[in-house]
């Protein structure tokens, strides 16, 4: 095998988000192990141009079909060939020119092209939580079937999968995801009926994306990723807790049926699960930052306040009761969260229509894919419907 073949090509879905630029950053700094070879984005043209000119995959694809003759003419004078289109990002994914693809694309759209991926035979670096959420498990057992390994990238479920390498023997008793909490911790619901988008946007330990990063101060963020959970551990809902851990040092914890506990620990950077996930099984050496026990000297734990953050049991409701009502929950969510970045609806109106249009549309037990897309069709309509958007 040449040192070529040696480099691990990696197809990064979504790569103008947070997730893709800090993938590239990882890439950038091992040319000697990884190399983008397709990189793809949904309207922002110009970070899409300049990431090609600087990382010369062999294909990118622009999602905005309008914005395609403005790349491919940026781009006449390279050999990246451009695409563009929802179709193309499925055509791509079906590709046989990479050896993992890096599942970052935002919401519900990530869908389509990681069971492509996967179908493909791909391994997959799953960033994109709404994929789980919406089609759990289906998406796991096509897995199953393809023997494709799904590997977490969200912080969270990174340290999961970091504490449970080695222990593919012993049973899990419990998984403890860890909530920093988001910017309104200890907040009560007359503070936050007044909250705008610049306020929730303010993540006290994190560098997100603004969908996430309005999910994390909602605690939806942690709902979505109970049911993540839930499919990529194969666990029942009653093994996943959920706890509030403001520092952001413990990522998370598993505890095992002799009631020994694992945490995965670092500072809150998500280069650090990014790497470990395209490096799987190798650990590599990099320069971020190293945590200081003498720096940070307490660690604070306490339960989740589910009555004023209401959407994080509404998640659990979902979590609970399965069938498409994660996914319609999920549909719901992204709208309200689209109205309140806009300006269009309130802080807590957003988990007063989320409740309304879960307990509209109809419940379907066992749904297939193609109910799935209805459910998640029908949720975002009744959504748009409700707010007047």
């Known amino acids: 095998m040449t040192e070529q073949q040696l480099i691990k090509r990696i197809a990064i879905f979504g790569s103008t988000g947070s997730i893709g630029t800090q993938c590239l950053d990882v890439i950038a700094a091992n040319p000697d192990k ?20 600087r990382f010369n995959p062999n294909i990118i694809v ?24 929802e179709a193309a990002l499925d055509e791509v994914a079906a590709m046989d020119n990479y050896d993992m693809m890096i599942a970052a694309i935002v919401g519900y759209a990530g869908l389509k092209p990681t069971l492509k991926a996967i179908e493909n035979g791909k391994p997959i670096g799953l960033a994109n939580k709404e994929t789980l959420v919406v089609a759990g498990d289906i998406v796991m057992q096509k897995a199953i079937e393809h023997r494709v390994p799904v590997i977490p990238v969200d912080s969270e479920h990174s340290a999961i999968f970091q504490c449970l390498v080695g222990e ?13 909490g988001g910017p309104f911790l200890g907040r009560k619901p007359n503070y936050l009926v007044n909250v705008k988008r610049e306020h929730a946007l303010q993540h006290p330990n994190w560098a997100m994306g603004a969908k996430i990063t309005i999910d994390s101060a909602t ?5 979505l990723e109970m049911i993540e959970a839930k499919w990529l551990f194969n666990l029942t809902p009653d093994q996943i807790q959920v706890v509030v851990h403001p520092q952001s040092i413990i990522h998370s914890m598993v505890q095992f049926e002799d009631g020994s506990i694992k945490a995965q620990m670092g500072l809150p950077d998500m280069k650090l699960p990014i790497q470990y996930a395209m490096a799987f099984p190798q650990r590599i050496a990099n320069n971020f930052p ?31 009761k399965g069938g498409n009502l994660p996914c319609v929950l999920n549909a719901a969510n992204e709208i309200v969260v689209y109205a309140f970045l806009k300006n269009r609806i309130g802080f807590l109106e957003m988990t007063d229509v989320i409740e309304k249009v879960m307990h509209k549309i109809p419940f379907v037990q066992q749904p297939t894919l193609d109910q799935y897309f209805m459910s998640d069709g029908e949720a975002r309509a009744m959504t748009a419907d409700i707010i007047g958007l």
């Open 34 to 53: 990884f190399s983008a070879e397709i990189l793809t984005a949904h309207k922002n043209e110009d970070l899409l141009i300049q990431q090609a000119l």
């Open 62 to 85: 622009i999602g905005d079909e309008s914005k395609y003759q403005k790349v491919k003419q940026a781009l006449a004078n390279t050999d990246v060939k451009v695409f563009a289109g």
């Open 168 to 180: 593919g023997r012993n049973k899990i008793e419990k998984i403890i995801l860890t909530a920093s």
């Open 219 to 223: 605690l939806m963020n942690k709902g």
């Open 290 to 320: 190293r945590f200081d026990f003498k720096k940070i000297n307490t660690l604070n734990f306490e339960e989740p306040d589910i009555k004023t953050f209401r959407n994080l049991a509404l998640a659990i409701e979902a979590l609970e």
